[in-house]
C-alpha cells in the first residue's frame, strides 16, 4: 500500500449455514482485496437477534484493517463480498449468511443517505460493542472523542 492508509474496523455477523465458517470466509475475502490489510480479528460470540427475532442467533465479530480503499470503495466490496456469500435481502434485519457494516473510517464522520460513518446504532449494540473493544480499546470514536473502552464501559 501507499502509506495513506486508513484504520477502519467492520463487523461480521451470520446466522444461516456454518456461521463461523461464512465470517472466516469474511474475513479471508476481505484479506486478499488490494488496498486492505486485515490486521485485527477480535473473538467470535453467539448474540440473540436485534429488531427481527424470529430467526437463529448469530454469530458476530469484528475485524481491523489498514485500507487504502476509500470508503464508498470499501463499501463496493463489503457488498460484493456479502453478494459471493449469498446474502440474501428480503426481510430488514432478517436472517443472513453475512452482513458487514463499516463501524469507523479513521476519524472520518459522514452522514450520507448510503453511508453513515461512524455507524449509527454502533454504540447501542453490544455484539459490536464488546468485540470493537477487544480489538481497539483506545480507538477514538469521533462523534463522542472518547475511547471504545470508555463507551462500551458506560453501556456493556
Known amino acids: 500500500m501507499s502509506g495513506s492508509e486508513v484504520l477502519a474496523f467492520i463487523a461480521l455477523g451470520s446466522n444461516?449455514?456454518?456461521?463461523?465458517?461464512?465470517?472466516?470466509?469474511?474475513?479471508?475475502?476481505?484479506?486478499?482485496?488490494e488496498g486492505i490489510i486485515v490486521i485485527a480479528v477480535s473473538s467470535f460470540r453467539e448474540t440473540a437477534p436485534v429488531g427481527y427475532t424470529d430467526q437463529?442467533?448469530?454469530?458476530?465479530g469484528v475485524v481491523g484493517?489498514?485500507?487504502a480503499l476509500t470508503p464508498y470503495q470499501l463499501l463496493k466490496r463489503c457488498n460484493e463480498?456479502?453478494?459471493?456469500?449469498?446474502?440474501?435481502?428480503?426481510?430488514?434485519?432478517?436472517?443472513?449468511?453475512?452482513?458487514?457494516?463499516?463501524?469507523?473510517?479513521g476519524n472520518l464522520?459522514?452522514?450520507?443517505?448510503?453511508l453513515t460513518i461512524p455507524h449509527p446504532r454502533m454504540l447501542e449494540r453490544g455484539f459490536v460493542m464488546q468485540p470493537l473493544c477487544e480489538i481497539a480499546p483506545l480507538a477514538i470514536h469521533p462523534q463522542c472523542n472518547?475511547?471504545?473502552?470508555?463507551?462500551y464501559r458506560k453501556n456493556p
Open 16 to 33: 444461516l449455514g456454518d456461521k463461523e465458517k461464512n465470517l472466516d470466509q469474511a474475513i479471508a475475502e476481505l484479506g486478499k482485496t
Open 56 to 60: 437463529p442467533n448469530f454469530l458476530n
Open 65 to 67: 484493517i489498514k485500507t
Open 81 to 105: 463480498i456479502e453478494q459471493s456469500l449469498k446474502r440474501v435481502r428480503l426481510i430488514h434485519w432478517g436472517p443472513r449468511t453475512i452482513d458487514l457494516d463499516i463501524l469507523l473510517y
Open 109 to 114: 464522520i459522514q452522514q450520507e443517505e448510503k
Open 146 to 151: 472518547k475511547t471504545i473502552e470508555e463507551l
